[in-house]
């Protein structure tokens, strides 16, 4: 977890109203207390916990007589890509393509959307948060798993605006 991911989670809390908020992964433990106007000001603790030592496997350098293949450029797709509008997650959480189990995905590939349209939810802290579009037109790609872990600035979908 980076500093603009961590920047990102205080916002987020200060601006829910919660008092106190502590999140632990595996290597980082965070709490976030906020103040009200009669307590004492926002503190956010982070406590970097150290990593179990895991056998580490590594893969032999290549020889001289083994040259390393050159990595394959893609120019034509990215060129493709750079007329489409990325939609990236707002916030830290859990993406979900439905409002619930038992209904349709809010969005699928060829969905034509329009500005405030509902495209996904992302669950932070129990609380449920419906990402809507800021742009109009189609849905080309939908970048994320549904029901994973998704990051703050993560890319979640793809749009052709024309």
């Known amino acids: 977890m980076d500093i603009k991911e961590i920047q990102s989670l205080i916002k ?30 926002e503190t956010t603790i982070v406590q970097q916990l150290p990593m179990p030592q895991a056998p580490v496997a590594t893969a032999p350098a290549p020889t001289a007589a083994e040259p390393a293949a050159p990595a394959p450029t893609e120019p034509k797709k990215a060129d493709d890509e750079s007329k489409y509008i990325t939609i990236k997650s707002p916030i830290i959480g859990t993406f979900y393509r439905k409002p619930s189990p038992d209904k349709p995905s809010f969005v699928e590939v060829g969905s034509t959307i329009g500005k ?47």
């Open 12 to 41: 987020f809390v200060a601006k829910s109203g919660a008092s106190e908020v502590k999140l632990e992964m595996e290597d980082i433990k965070i709490t976030i207390r906020t103040g009200t106007p009669y307590s004492t000001p």
């Open 116 to 162: 405030g349209d509902v495209l996904c939810v992302i669950e932070a802290m129990k609380l449920f948060n419906d990402i809507e579009s800021e742009v109009s037109g189609k849905i080309v790609k939908i970048l994320a798993e549904d029901s994973s872990p998704v990051e703050f600035d993560q890319p979640l979908f793809l749009v052709d605006p024309s």
